[in-house]
């Protein structure tokens, strides 16, 4: 049973969280079937001229094309699996009045195979992602710690989350202009965990 939503509100960051969204039970149906259904690969990186391995696999489905991280990624059919999540992430924002441009027509996976594999802190703010993207992020699997942190206000408290077991995370407002977000490293022992982040992709 999903928990009531929880806004966080900070000056320049809007968050909606919804603890374990996705049942347990649709969690493991979801783990097992993305494992079967979709194309993981590890995309590369350029550091200081050399290309690296980035550090967790990714996967993708999509209306329409996305450039992310200078990668093209090309249309995808969504499985039907994510197409339902999709249909009900619709009615959840519908609820809470946030609204978006094309309704989500991609989704980026990641998935984090160990505490070793991360993401840098960055912000998701691509043109074609509007003035105030919206994100919708499903994790599912081990919990990992979700970092944001206020680009303009270095007095304003970095937050955490522990995100995990069908946790649903909204960023929405001018979240993407004002706080970059993480997922670092950690040497504690962590099992595999799965993040989707569902996007609004088009020309404004
Ligand atoms: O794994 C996460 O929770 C973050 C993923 C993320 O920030 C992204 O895909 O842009
Ligand atoms: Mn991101």
Wanted: aromatic share 8%; glycine share 8%.
């Amino acid at each position: 049973m999903s928990s009531k939503p929880l806004f966080v509100i900070r000056p320049g960051l809007s968050l909606c969280l919804v603890r374990r969204w996705v049942s347990a039970k649709t969690e493991r149906e979801l783990i097992a079937s993305l494992d079967e259904t979709l194309q993981w690969t590890q995309g590369s990186i350029r550091i200081f001229g050399r290309e690296i391995d980035e550090p967790r696999l990714t996967a993708w489905c999509g209306d329409v094309p996305y450039t992310y991280s200078r990668r093209q990624l090309a249309v995808k059919p969504w499985p039907p699996n994510l197409e339902h999540v999709r249909e009900q992430l619709h009615a959840v924002i519908d609820q809470l009045g946030i609204t978006t441009a094309f309704g989500f027509n991609h989704c980026l996976l990641n998935r984090y195979r160990s505490g070793a594999d991360s993401m840098g802190w960055h912000r998701d703010n691509e043109v074609e992602l509007g003035d105030q993207p919206v994100i919708a992020s499903v994790s599912l699997g081990d919990a990992r710690r979700f970092r944001l942190r206020s680009r303009q206000h270095p007095k304003i408290h970095p937050m955490t989350f522990e995100l995990g077991h069908g946790d649903l995370l909204l960023m929405y407002g001018m979240t993407q202009h004002h706080w970059e977000h993480a997922l670092l490293k950690t040497r504690q022992t962590t099992g595999p965990r799965i993040n989707l982040t569902f996007r609004s992709v088009g020309q404004r």
